[in-house]
């Protein structure tokens, strides 16, 4: 079944074409990702489907029903949770608290109802969150505030806000960036494991081919806010025109 379907979406800023009728499907279950340079349009794709950026032209269907004006908190409310390439954290909050507040910001109800239902409501996300600190390997740091975590810390953490939303689909900025090679290797190995723990549809952007195409089931390649090539990540990965434009970056 298809979980998100994008028709001819169009973006421009001034005079720079971001995304130039994009078409995409992301099927229920599926890992796919979404590669290209710098400034190829993957974050301002991931921007239009979080309502952060309203497109020009086009549209945007979660299980059929059009996202399109609808605000970033509705959005969130309608099953989709995102990461930041510059991550979204409460600096000064501990790497728990963090956790914890991404929950009672969404699910919050009105007091009365909070009220009657808060112990029963509290243990959920209190077991949610364990939930992930365990999945993460956090414990060390539940307690550390996050800005005197390491970097690699602190991209788990805004994963681990980001699942805390317990999302229909997730939409990852650039997971890997940044990171260590080992840290690369094991953050790809827990990606990959979020569909069956947690029953997360994924759409990833990434600028790391090779990742990439470990984690996809499928991969569409962006150029200049254009797709260049879609299918398998092999497929893609050898395709000449994104090779051509992987190169062109250097
Ligand atoms: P990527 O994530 O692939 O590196 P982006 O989606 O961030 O690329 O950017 C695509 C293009 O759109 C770039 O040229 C970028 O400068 C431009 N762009 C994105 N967001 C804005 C904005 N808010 N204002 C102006 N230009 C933007
Ligand atoms: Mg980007």
């Known amino acids: 079944m298809t979980l998100l379907r994008i028709d001819d979406l169009a973006i421009s800023f001034g005079g720079i074409t971001a995304l130039a009728g994009i078409d995409l499907q992301v099927e229920e279950g599926e890992i796919i990702a979404v590669i290209g340079p710098n400034g190829s349009g993957k974050t301002t794709l991931l921007n239009c489907i979080s309502g952060v950026y309203k497109p020009d032209r086009g549209e945007i269907f979660l299980n059929g029903e059009s996202l399109l004006g609808l605000s970033p908190d ?41 009220l009657l239902r808060m112990r029963k409501e509290e243990l959920r996300h209190r077991e949610m969150v364990e939930e992930i600190i365990d999945f993460l390997d956090l414990q060390a740091f539940r307690k ?42 094991e953050s790809a190995y827990r990606i990959g494991e979020i569909r069956g723990r947690f029953h997360a549809t994924i759409l990833l952007v990434e ?44």
């Open 74 to 114: 509705f959005i969130s409310h309608c099953g989709i949770a995102r990461t930041f390439q510059n991550l979204r954290l409460f600096l000064h909050t501990t790497v728990l608290d963090n956790l914890l507040l991404g929950r009672h910001i969404k699910f919050r109800k009105n007091p009365i109802h909070a």
């Open 144 to 185: 550390a505030r996050v800005i005197d975590c390491p970097f690699g810390i602190q991209k788990k953490v805004e994963l681990g806000r980001a699942l805390g939303l317990e999302p229909k689909l997730l939409l990852l900025d650039e997971p890997v960036s940044g990171l260590t090679m080992e840290e690369k290797e």
């Open 207 to 250: 600028h790391d081919l090779r990742i990439a195409s470990r984690l996809a089931d499928r991969m569409v390649a962006f150029n200049y806010g254009q797709k260049i090539a879609e299918g398998s990540p092999e497929q893609v990965q050898k395709n000449p025109e994104v090779i051509r434009a992987y190169l062109g970056e250097e």
